[in-house]
């Protein structure tokens, strides 16, 4: 591995030997040589010895562009049967999951997901107090276009959450955030 620097050495040594390696949000820009063949030599030493998680916004028709050549195998691309068989074993490994109710893609506003498949009351009084709310505004008017109705005849607002998981408050409406 050809290292210009001993600070390159010493960082790769430092990540080559951490339990657990996260590379989040690869491929936003493409690894060019030689930083390429770095990455494979560290994929490589870690295999079977400690745990790499890699995270990407990419599709996975889009790996082959920005995943270097060696970590993807032959010739450096995927084909259709190796990416329908990702796809197929991704969405029965989820079906499964869903099947025993271990499958919470996030919590609904005014639940919080604690651990890996449970879900718990928002602690905040102010958010329980309001979904209680619109409950209870829901079963006495009997519609929901009723009861939208009624929160923003009250200048009402309730809690929904950013993408960053954290609660704001909005003022109710037909779609989503």
């Not at 690869?26 to 790499?52: M, Q, V």
């Not at 969405?91 to 025993?100: C, G, H, I, L, P």
């Amino acid at each position: 591995m050809p290292y210009r620097t001993f600070k390159v050495l010493r960082t790769f040594t430092q990540l080559a030997h951490v339990p657990l390696l996260i590379i989040d949000d690869f491929g936003l820009k493409p690894l060019r040589p030689p930083a390429d063949n770095d990455l494979h030599e560290l994929i490589a030493e870690r295999y079977e010895t400690a745990s790499t998680i890699v995270t990407s916004n990419l599709d996975l028709t889009e790996w082959d562009q920005a995943f270097p050549a060696k970590l993807l195998g032959l010739k450096g691309s995927l084909n259709e049967y190796e990416l329908d068989l990702l796809r197929q074993r991704s969405q029965e490994a989820r079906y499964e999951k869903a099947r025993r109710g271990e499958l919470i893609v996030a919590a609904p506003v005014g639940y919080l997901k604690t651990g890996e498949s449970f879900v718990e009351k928002d602690p905040d009084q102010r958010v329980q107090q309001a979904i209680a709310l619109l409950f209870r505004k829901f079963v006495e008017i009997g519609s929901v276009r009723q009861t939208l109705l009624w929160f923003l005849e009250h200048g009402l607002q309730l809690p929904a959450r950013t993408p960053q998981g954290e609660t704001c408050w909005k003022r109710p409406s037909y779609g989503a955030c």
